[in-house]
Nanobody, 128 residues
């Protein structure tokens, strides 16, 4: 599977952005999907993840980093083969390159080691 993230850009503090991750090459069925972010010079960090839900088109258990709980929402549309990250109440510290990734176990794990396929990043910049 190949992943393509999009939707990054410039936002003001308190604003919103919606990131999308489109899959090609195969269906996202059975994959858990995660969002991570990275600031130059720092390690890639977990943001959110949504597991595979079996027969549900949009469901799946979710996990969030404490820093984004209540502000970010991860979702998926298996019919469209896409995953989303709705980011509200953005803060300058959310500025980073955001990556989507696929977890072949289908889980909503937080660890980078569970994710085997990564898309290229999309840059999110939040101004104060």
């Amino acid at each position: 599977v190949q992943l393509q993230a999009s939707g990054g850009g410039l936002a003001q503090a308190g604003g919103s952005l919606r990131l999308s991750c489109a899959a090609s090459g195969r269906t996202l069925s059975n994959y858990g999907m995660g969002w991570f972010r990275q600031v130059p010079g720092k390690e890639r960090e977990f943001v959110a993840a949504i597991g595979w839900s079996g027969g549900s088109w949009t469901g799946g258990l979710t996990s969030y980093a404490d820093s984004v709980k209540g502000r970010f929402t991860v979702s998926r549309d298996n019919a469209k083969n896409e995953v989303y990250l709705q980011m509200n109440s953005l803060k300058p510290e959310d500025t980073a390159i955001y990556y989507c990734a696929a977890n072949p176990t289908g889980g909503h794990d937080m660890g980078v080691q569970w994710y085997r396929t990564w898309g290229q990043g999309t840059l999110v910049t939040v101004s104060s």
